[in-house]
């Protein structure tokens, strides 16, 4: 049985197939793109989540498991808008309560993943950066990391859950940051179409 704690450990051959399976995906994803980049449009994808009778469900459905595959939220929130261009406030919270969760559930599985694994290989520069995002003004490394559009927000979610970083302060920092870049992507956009 798997619970979604840090102490639960996994079997090593279910954690391998997993680890296995979750490459396997990341490699269709990426292999897909390359040879079909307009799969992954804006338009592609509102177009796929409003085809369906519930495609708020299906939209959010989509945030939350893109963090799995490396995905960026940023095609979803402007497809957001495109697919739902009269409830922009609608796709503001969709967007974050998808990112956050997706967050979290990095943050619960990063361990799971082998990102602890792969960061206890470089002891000196994981104390270093447990210290910093742990620290004074680690929130705002964290802030500053979502916010930053041009850094996958993942990847401080995957480190944030291998590190072990505070929960409450790893997802406040998470939300401010995405709040305001989605903001400015939503709002923004909105305003020019």
Not at 67 to 91: D, E, H, N, R, Y
Not at 98 to 123: A, E, M, N, T, V
Request: aromatic share 18%.
């Amino acid at each position: 049985m798997v619970v979604i704690n840090q102490s639960t450990t996994l079997k090593p051959s279910l954690l391998k197939f997993i680890r296995h399976l979750w490459v396997f995906l990341i490699a269709i994803c990426l292999i897909s793109y390359f040879f079909n980049p307009d799969l992954f449009s804006r338009t592609a994808i509102a177009n796929y989540i409003s085809e369906y009778d519930y495609a708020i469900l299906i939209y959010l459905s989509i945030h939350i498991i893109r963090g799995f595959f490396l995905l960026p939220s940023t095609p979803l929130v402007f497809a957001g808008i495109i697919a739902f261009p009269s409830q922009l406030f609608l796709v503001l919270m969709i967007s974050l309560f998808g990112i956050l969760c997706s967050s979290l559930l990095i943050y619960f599985f990063s361990d799971k993943l082998g990102f602890s694994q792969f960061l206890s290989k470089h002891k000196k520069k994981t104390a270093y950066l447990k210290h910093k995002l742990n620290g004074k003004h680690g929130f705002i490394y964290i802030i500053g990391w979502a916010f930053f559009p041009f850094v996958p927000t993942d990847l401080i979610c995957y480190l944030a859950g291998a590190l072990k970083i505070n929960l409450a302060i790893f997802l406040i920092s998470i939300f401010i940051g995405e709040l305001v870049l989605c903001s400015i992507y939503i709002y923004g956009c909105a305003y020019f179409l």
